[in-house]
């Protein structure tokens, strides 16, 4: 779930713009809303106040002044005098006649008594019975903003103190709304270059971070590949110069670690190496002895011989253990070479069981004429080590199958075009590797048990024959089979002529 959550998360660039445009377009919408509705507040009360203002004087100018019960005639020219004022709105009086029917005339024949919501006419009606009867020119306006149709409209309603007519004001609010909607758009506008500008702002302000960002990574995966030389350019004072600042102490002291841990494991290959050259003549001397002391060990007396065999079986295990060092220096400096030759495998295996006189112990499972272009040697040092340690430790019998498959990409470029990888299982039957010492058959003098510091072997063994699947472009693994037993799986390509002539072409740079 982390590895998917990690793969859909966008980079940190994007993550900056998003951020950055997010909350400018928060900034921008929100001032943008406040802008509008304080504005259309103002404009709505303006105009509302200005058209209520301009009625209550017109109401009492003209319908203030009409006589008790006056005629439809007089009421239609006070309606029309009235809808004459600057505001442009529509005017609807009603009052009763002497015969006691109502008259209701408008300025505007599409301004009916229909149009008025009837909450407004309650409260001018409930205003005219609270106010009595008497004389004067004294009321109250009653207004409301609704919208007929697509229109929205401010309608005002009052009625003249004294049993008067009825009055009605109807003004379009439409310029006012077309102002509004130009301002909303001029707001949005406003808002998407606002937008456009903070991505914009965003990316420079993003490329500004994240550059020092950046060169700080290019230079942590230059340190990992190796160049602990590697510095960054500090400048400024600020976070991201006291990282830099601080990963330039890192890679210094981590050079200098690394220089000296190189100049110890330098000195010891150096050491390793020299006691083994040191060695080789005492020891060539020390086995000349011991194989005249193996020739007449049938005419020695009976008490000195097990001395004289534990000194001949000792200086075999050593002169062993100096050609185990000897070998290890050369892989640790670098200078093995691989000598290629085209190998029937079978063949290969039966000479390897054949020279230690191990057929009677190991099966082979091996079709001839499987032909690998191997180093004979080294895959003879292979075989030994590997079948050697199945003997010792799993008992005979040693099952040993070669087989060969498909080329897989771990060795394609290693291998030559068309040629497939080769594989070789070594199976014992004994107790198998306990699971706490399977990931370190392979390390060098690793002993399973503390208990048992010493063994026959040097320790070295399965570390060699690794080093040698490797320089091959190999690989070795060690299970444990389901049935018992341990099972070694050495794997190789059937021709790494690439990799001999690239580690030829290293060597010659040397």
Excluded at 154 to 181: C, F, H, N, Q, W
Excluded at 235 to 245: C, H, I
Excluded at 393 to 402: A, M
Aim: contains cysteine.
């Amino acid at each position: 779930m982390r590895d998917w959550l990690v793969g859909v998360m966008p980079s940190l660039r994007l993550r900056l713009v998003i951020v950055f445009a997010l909350v400018a377009l928060s900034a921008a919408v929100a001032a943008s809303g406040i802008a509008y509705w304080l504005t259309r507040d103002a404009v709505l009360t303006r105009a509302q106040t200005a058209a209520l203002d301009d009625f209550r004087k017109t109401l009492g100018d003209h319908a203030g002044t009409l006589p008790p019960r006056p005629t439809c005639e007089q009421l239609q020219d006070a309606a029309v005098a009235m809808s004459r004022s600057t505001q442009n709105y529509e005017v609807l009086l009603i009052d009763r006649q002497r015969d006691g029917q109502r008259c209701a005339v408008t300025s505007s024949g599409a301004f009916s008594l229909d149009d008025v919501p009837p909450k407004l006419q309650r409260a001018v009606g409930e205003r005219r019975k609270s106010s009595g009867e008497g004389k004067g020119a004294a009321y109250h306006l009653y207004w409301q903003r609704v919208a007929q149709g697509d229109t929205p409209y401010l309608l005002s309603g009052a009625t003249v103190i004294g049993d008067g007519p009825t009055g009605y004001m109807r003004k379009s609010l439409e310029p006012e709304r077309d102002d509004l909607t130009s301002l909303a758009w001029s707001l949005a506008i406003a808002t998407g270059l606002a937008l456009i500008g903070s991505v914009l702002l965003a990316q420079a302000a993003a490329s500004t971070v994240l550059r020092p960002v950046q060169r700080l990574g290019e230079a942590a995966r230059r340190l990992g590949e190796g160049k602990l030389d590697t510095r960054l350019k500090v400048s400024g004072t600020d976070e991201l110069a006291d990282l830099s600042r601080t990963f330039n102490a890192t890679a210094a002291a981590l050079e200098e670690r690394v220089a000296d841990l190189s100049a110890r494991e330098q000195a010891s290959r150096r050491f390793v190496a020299d006691m083994s050259h040191e060695l080789r003549t005492p020891l060539t001397a020390i086995s000349a002895v011991t194989e005249v002391l193996e020739d007449e060990q049938e005419n020695l007396d009976p008490m000195i011989e097990p001395a004289v065999q534990l000194v001949i079986s000792e200086t075999r295990r050593l002169n062993d253990l100096v050609e185990n060092l000897m070998e290890v220096t050369r892989f640790d400096a670098g200078t093995a070479r691989l000598v290629l030759d085209n190998v029937d495998v079978a063949d290969q295996v039966t000479a390897c069981i054949d020279a230690r006189a191990w057929l009677d112990a190991v099966e082979l499972d091996a079709e001839r004429g499987i032909i690998a272009r191997l180093d004979p040697r080294r895959l003879d040092v292979i075989l030994a080590n590997l079948i050697g340690n199945a003997l010792k430790h799993g008992g005979s019998p040693v099952r040993v199958s070669v087989r060969t498959e498909e080329c897989p990409e771990a060795h394609a470029e290693t291998a030559e075009p068309g040629t497939g990888k080769l594989v070789i299982e070594v199976s014992d039957n004994g107790p198998g590797i306990p699971e706490e010492v399977l990931p370190h058959v392979f390390d060098r003098f690793y002993k399973a048990s503390a208990s048992r510091p010493r063994s026959e072997g040097s320790g070295l063994g399965l570390s060699i024959a690794l080093e040698n699947a490797h320089i091959h472009g190999g690989e070795i693994t060690a299970r444990n089979s389901p049935e018992g037993g341990a099972v070694f799986t050495l794997e190789l390509p059937q021709d790494p002529s690439r990799l001999a002539a690239a580690a030829d072409e290293e060597g010659d740079d040397r």
